[in-house]
């Protein structure tokens, strides 16, 4: 997909460009790599292999470390905002966080005080998320392929077609069941990446 300006939309986020932008926002705030290990529970060296780019983080690592920074993780993977409230198939920002595969396409053009947060979810065969939790609520529409979805312990088998709606403060996470990878339709009440 290329956006109206010629430019790859469905490309992952170069690792050498989120961790320039990471170590560019962890020197403006005058920290140590050491007090975001400690913060955030990874390891110096990976800290630094993902400031390199020789590493990617997991996307719960990711808002991890955004929130030890004090920013959202749109600093480091959005694109500018536009204004317009239509959001065209091939124009969205589409990006990927470690297995390219797995890739996040947002479908809502953002706009002060929203309350919706809506992405589609492609993931491959296999994957299981990490352990999520975060404020408001999130709702999920299976539209290929089948999940397991684990919800504060209890565990929901959703296929094509089939939905859930919860809280988002109780931990889940999700694996995609079968052979076929999964599209899935995801709305929150809180953006994306907080």
């Known amino acids: 997909m290329r956006d109206p300006k010629g430019r790859g939309v469905t490309e992952g986020v170069a690792d050498k460009a989120l961790g320039q932008k990471i170590r560019k926002r962890r020197r403006a705030i005058d920290m140590t790599l050491q007090q975001v290990s400690e913060r955030v529970g ?30 959202s993780v749109d600093a ?62 999130d709702f999920v529409y299976v539209l290929e392929g089948s999940m397991l979805l684990e919800v504060a312990g209890e565990r929901h088998i959703l296929n ?11 931990p889940h996470r999700s694996t995609t069941l079968g ?7 995801w709305v929150r009440t809180q953006p994306f990446f907080p």
């Open 42 to 71: 990874l390891s110096i060296g990976f800290l630094s292999q993902i400031e390199r780019g020789t590493s990617t983080p997991s996307l719960a690592s990711l808002c991890n470390i955004a929130g030890v920074l004090g920013v």
């Open 76 to 137: 480091f993977v959005a694109s500018p905002v536009r204004h317009d409230p239509v959001s065209r198939q091939g124009e969205r920002q589409t990006f990927s966080l470690g297995d390219a595969r797995r890739t996040y396409e947002l479908l809502g053009r953002e706009f002060p005080g929203a309350n919706l947060h809506p992405s589609l979810v492609r993931r491959p065969p296999g994957h299981v998320s990490e352990i999520m939790r975060n404020e408001g609520e």
């Open 160 to 170: 094509s077609g089939d939905s859930m709606h919860f809280q988002s403060h109780l």
């Open 179 to 185: 052979s076929d990878p999964t599209l899935e339709l």
